[in-house]
């Protein structure tokens, strides 16, 4: 068994993790001790001689070490920023992140000798840093423990609990399989679903899904149960399928899921089952991707990231984006993003006039295209989809040196990307979207850093 206890200093890793392994009969790992029986000296004196970058390297050493180790292993607050030390610490293991208000973190951390890693001070240094490893921390952890009350000895009870019987009992996943959301499923993903909750290898396997409606077509169970079984997570990816949102909250609540990938037609009222709701997403208006850790609900969006990726190269150019719906906002998102003179072009002028003023940036009609001289064109309209031999962009408007960007993805070669090649433009299909939002995706389920390249593998 492997039990990884991460989480800010003064959260209780060690002293949790001393009593947990003793209550456990495992043996007890403290990654900061490691480092400094192989360096001969304090952590404080590595970071006062040799900086961070020195002590990051050698952290990562002694990580990649206890991959396949037993034990319950305390690791740096630091840790968990490295997506190839949380690779590591998930391989076979369970990761608990413990928590605590940041007055009670202060207090415990206030008599620490450790030499600051900012010059923002004691307090500005304990929130700045809690902020920006918030993400990281949410990501990496399979469970969330608050460690503000209770006893250590509560505190370890409570943890062996979650790894003997799960987070949620048998009698609840009986139950919560029984729900509609699920009845749609084919019978070999009812099986694997039913084999995963009821008869686990591990009781803490954690599930995520895609949820909408509808969801039966979607490529994400089969993608996202590669990537797990690739990185030995004990996770599971379903789908849940429902015209009613409620239900389906309702059953990511009851089975404390871990995951959803939120497709059409929900990402707008998802929101409203939240508890906090990142700066992009929030901007955007629609959230694809939600995390759930402790009972609390972190949504975002990465499909401005699956836009922005594959136009890395182009920054600063005229971008025009075509429609004005979920898709067009986070194209022109990720456009603003990169720099790009951003025009939003809509059958309906209304409302590419009403996302433009909300984005910041141009609108008007489709025919304006014809007068706009766009480096990069963004098809966000279904226009395409399933073979349909129709575009939104006239092939007059393409020339030599654009590059259009189709967003539909069934299938990948549309016909604006074949009248588009024929002109001598680049083109991107609608597929590399696909892979880079999962490839943030998968970051925010996990923690782990996957490779476009690894994605577009199980998409074909
Ligand atoms: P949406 O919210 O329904 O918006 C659709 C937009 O397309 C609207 O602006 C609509 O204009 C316009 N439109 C629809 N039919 C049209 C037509 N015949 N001619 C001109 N404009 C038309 O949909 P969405 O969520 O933004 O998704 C749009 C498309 O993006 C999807 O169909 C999908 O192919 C693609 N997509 C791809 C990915 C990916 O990973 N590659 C992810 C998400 C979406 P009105 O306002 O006038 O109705």
Partial sequence: ?????????????????????????????????????????????????EGEAYFRRREREVIRALRDKEGVIATGGGVVLDPENVEHLRAHGDIFLLYASERTIRERIMNSDRPPLTDLGFEGEVSALLERRKIHYLSAADFCINTD????EEICHGIRRI??????????RERALRFRVFQGLPPAEMDALETALLRPPRQTVRLCAIAGYPV??????????HLFQRYSLNYHYTRLEDPEISRIMQ???????????????????????????????????????????????????????????????????????IGAGGAAA?????????????????????????????????SGSLDDLESISAGVIVNATPVGMNGEDRTPVKPDCLRKGMTIFDLVYTPPDTHLIRIARKKGCETIAGTEMFVHQAVEQFRLFTGIRVTPDSVREYLT
């Fill in 163 to 172: 790894t003997m019987e799960g987070s949620t009992g048998i009698s609840e």
């Fill in 251 to 321: 059953c990511f609540g009851e089975l404390d899921m871990r995951g959803l990938s939120v497709t059409i037609p929900f990402k707008k009222a998802v929101i409203g089952y939240l508890d906090e709701v990142s700066r992009e997403a929030e901007e955007i208006g629609a959230v694809n991707t939600v995390i759930q850790c402790g009972g609390r609900r972190y949504g975002f969006n990465t499909d401005w990231v699956g836009v922005r990726e594959p136009l890395r190269g182009h920054s600063g150019e005229r971008a025009v984006v």
């Fill in 216 to 225: 039966r077509h979607s490529k994400s169970p089969h993608l996202y149960m």
């Fill in 1 to 49: 068994m492997k039990i990884v206890l991460t989480g800010y200093r003064g959260t209780g890793k060690s002293s949790v993790g001393r009593a947990l392994a003793s209550l456990l009969r495992l043996p007890f790992i403290d990654t900061d001790e490691e480092i400094e029986e192989r360096e001969h000296r304090s952590i404080g004196e590595i970071f006062r001689n």
């Fill in 149 to 152: 009350e209770g006893t250590v």
């Fill in 330 to 362: 986070a194209a022109a998102y990720a456009a603003l993003s990169l720099g790009m003179d951003v025009h939003i072009l809509n059958r309906t002028i209304g409302r590419a006039k009403e996302l433009a003023a909300r984005l910041g940036c141009s």
